[in-house]
Nanobody, 120 residues
Framework: QVQLVESGGGLVQAGGSLRLSCAASGRTVVYAMGWFRQAPGKERDFVAAMSWSETDYAASVKGRFTISRNNAKNTVYLQMNSLKPEDTAVYFC????????????????WGQGTQVTVSS
């Protein structure tokens, strides 16, 4: 089992930055960790993911968001720059033991989510 706890959400003006963190506990070896987001009334969408060997970003955030990992701390980060109002959503951290992907089904473990609100 893997437990995930996100932090770092909040309210920011358009053009600003936030850094989200997701700390994993329980099983110590996690192959892939990712971020998804869900805006009100919409489905949950892929944002970014990172495995031991690759990194992947959604087109809508590429060049503005950066995912990184600190394996010693079992923590994944999402640095979000040049934020836009359309980035407003609940951001979820996800983890999987064997593969990286862009679909919800690719991940076995999920955090509770953290709210990010970008004002115009």
């Amino acid at each position: 089992q893997v437990q995930l706890v996100e932090s770092g959400g909040g309210l920011v003006q358009a053009g600003g930055s936030l850094r989200l963190s997701c700390a994993a506990s329980g099983r110590t070896v996690v192959y892939a960790m990712g971020w998804f987001r869900q805006a009100p009334g919409k489905e949950r969408d892929f944002v970014a993911a990172m495995s031991w060997s690759e990194t992947d970003y959604a087109a809508s955030v590429k060049g503005r968001f950066t995912i990184s990992r600190n394996n010693a701390k079992n923590t994944v980060y999402l640095q979000m720059n040049s934020l836009k109002p359309e980035d407003t959503a609940v951001y979820f951290c996800a983890a999987n033991l064997r593969r990286i992907g862009r679909q919800d089904d690719d991940y076995a473990y999920w955090g509770q989510g953290t709210q990010v609100t970008v004002s115009s």
